[in-house]
């Protein structure tokens, strides 16, 4: 199995700028595409922030943190990724984008690259379909925040190829993650399992008069879970959990799956979790 030396991350988002700092860390040469210079500008920054906390905290010393940082460039020009051995896409989660991303991509990148998608909620096999590549694309699903979370699902289609398929996998292990395989359902395993389980946490808020702070309690001292489900929906992001359970309602129509009244409401109002600095609890900085 060909390494793969050169990595391309389209979209330096919250999850973008994270793979990148994961593939520039694991030692390829690393090209991020956004929409704007500035954009780009703002995620390289963000990378070299959290190297350079890595660094205080011991984790990683400071040439390796130069080093990393030196394999990661910024661009807007997608003919850039024509020397990637792999492209992981990373733009907003709108199945029209990311298929015409794909469908661009074509004219770009070498056949012999593997192509993946970080979606969280859409088809890999629509995504897929775009290509004149199917067999060549997966679904690498990094959990937030990238750098720090060890988990990637591989997903596979049934137009996967072995070799493709495999060589995303291994590039997962040798970045240091633990990947697992999984086919192509709605929210592949742990949003599947997780979605559905937050939406009741937080209807057991209204129907056992509970506060998120003893529900979060609850959870951590009777399920032994590491954190809360109120400072986990607090921690993905309301509207992003929001969205989610909507896909995933649509895809499986279970009941479960639906976002609480709650949840909708606190979207719509902007209490958005710590980016916002108000959620199911506040936060200092937004
Ligand atoms: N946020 C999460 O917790 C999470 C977790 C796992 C997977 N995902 C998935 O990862 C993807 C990105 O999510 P995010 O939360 O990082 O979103 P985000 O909005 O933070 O980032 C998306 C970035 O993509 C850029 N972009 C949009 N179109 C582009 C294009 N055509 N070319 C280059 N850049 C483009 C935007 O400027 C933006 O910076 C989505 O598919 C999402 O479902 C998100």
Redesign the pocket.
């Given at each position: 199995m060909a390494e793969i030396r050169t990595v391309g991350v389209?979209?330096?988002?919250?999850?973008?700028?994270?793979i990148a700092q994961v593939c520039a860390q694991a030692g390829v040469e690393t090209i991020g595409?956004?929409?704007?210079e500035e954009?780009g500008g703002r995620?390289r920054e963000r990378v070299a922030h959290y190297l350079g906390r890595g660094v205080e905290k011991g984790r990683l010393t400071g040439e390796e943190r130069d080093a990393a940082l030196a394999r990661f460039r910024t661009t807007?020009d997608?003919g850039d990724l024509a020397g990637c051995d792999l492209v992981i896409?990373?733009?907003?989660?709108?199945l029209e984008?990311?298929r015409?991303?794909f469908r661009e991509l074509d004219g770009i990148v070498a056949p012999e690259a593997v192509l993946a998608?970080?979606?969280?909620?859409?088809s890999v096999t629509e995504i897929a379909r775009a290509t004149g590549r199917p067999e060549r694309l997966v679904g690498m699903?990094?959990?937030?925040p990238?750098p720090v979370l060890p988990l990637v699902e591989i997903v596979r289609t049934e137009l996967a190829a072995d070799g493709p398929y495999e060589r995303a996998y291994a590039f997962a292990e040798r970045a240091g993650k633990e990947p697992v395989r999984c086919r192509d359902t709605p929210g592949f395993i742990v949003n599947r399992i997780l979605i559905p389980l937050l939406n009741d946490c937080v209807r057991v808020l209204d129907e056992a008069a509970v506060t998120p702070e003893d529900l979060d309690r609850a959870m951590r001292f009777g399920a032994g879970w590491p954190i809360g489900p109120c400072s986990l929906v607090d921690l993905?992001?309301v509207d992003?959990h929001v969205?989610?359970s909507e896909a995933l309602h649509a895809a499986l129509g279970e009941r479960r799956m639906a976002p609480p009244e709650r949840l909708v409401r606190m979207a719509e109002a902007g209490e958005l979790g710590r980016k916002s600095g108000r959620g199911f609890f506040t936060y200092e900085s937004g």
């Open positions: 389209v979209g330096l988002g919250t999850m973008g700028a994270g595409v956004e929409v704007t954009l995620a807007t997608r896409e990373a733009i907003v989660e709108d984008a990311k015409d991303l998608t970080n979606t969280s909620a859409l699903h990094f959990f937030n990238a993905i992001g992003i969205h989610a």
